[in-house]
T-cell receptor
Framework: GENVEQHPSTLSVQEGDSAVIKCTYS??????FPWYKQELGKGPQLIID?????GEKKDQRIAVTLNKTAKHFSLHITETQPEDSAVYFC?????????FGAGTRLTVKP | DVKVTQSSRYLVKRTGEKVFLECVQD?????MFWYRQDPGLGLRLIYF???????EKGDIPEGYSVSREKKERFSLILESASTNQTSMYLC?????????????FGPGTRLTVL
């Protein structure tokens, strides 16, 4: 089955620095890769996704890159702010549902 | 906006009790999901449903059952709660068939089994 590995498990950065979270997947047929952000006390919420016909997608300070050959995709957050502090999950499709990574707890220190 | 609500934010039950976790979505979504979230393990799928009265096992269905009698409501049932079922439970819904659809999550229910 699909195996999604996410690194690092925790990440601490200074406000204004960049943060990068990486995920690898095992099913070469996967073609949709979303990223979810979970703030304290809330359920995860989709922040960006990428489909396999593109290599990069940007939305303001966040971007996702995809390398299908290497089977990995990454979330990039630039100019981090304290409100970016949260747990981030990557995911990849498997059969008719999604497989989620274990999550990365990002802390942005003011 | 899609809204997914869960019946309780916090729940404390005793070993052996039957536990019902309720989830309701208001956007006429076909698909509904139940996950449990544990530190270091991410989100693990327990059960999902594509339509009323339909259900499919996820990765960790043991000790759980589900019910979907109405399109908007998906219930998770712990027939006999055990301490290893202490966890955060998240319900989600999505529109239509296939996995290329955003999942909308509820706020979660933190269940403690004593």
């Amino acid at each position: 089955g699909e195996n999604v590995e996410q690194h690092p498990s925790t990440l601490s950065v200074q406000e204004g620095d960049s943060a990068v979270i990486k995920c690898t997947y095992s099913d070469s047929a996967s073609n949709y890769f979303p990223w979810y952000k979970q703030e304290l006390g809330k359920g995860p919420q989709l922040i960006i996704d990428i489909r396999s016909n593109v290599g990069e997608k940007k939305d303001q300070r966040i971007a996702v890159t995809l390398n299908k050959t290497a089977k990995h995709f990454s979330l990039h957050i630039t100019e981090t702010q304290p409100e970016d502090s949260a747990v981030y999950f990557c995911a990849a499709p498997w059969n008719n549902d999604m497989r989620f990574g274990a999550g990365t707890r990002l802390t942005v220190k003011p | 906006d899609v809204k997914v609500t869960q019946s309780s934010r916090y729940l404390v039950k005793r070993t052996g009790e039957k536990v019902f976790l309720e989830c309701v979505q208001d956007m006429d979504h076909e698909n509904m999901f139940w996950y449990r979230q544990d530190p270091g393990l991410g989100l693990r799928l327990i059960y999902f449903s594509y339509d009323v009265k339909m259900k499919e096992k996820g990765d960790i269905p043991e000790g759980y059952s589900v019910s979907r009698e109405k399109k908007e409501r998906f219930s998770l049932i712990l027939e006999s709660a055990s301490t290893n079922q202490t966890s955060m439970y998240l319900c989600a819904s999505s529109l239509g068939q296939g996995v290329h659809n955003e999942q909308f999550f509820g706020p979660g229910t933190r269940l403690t089994v004593l």
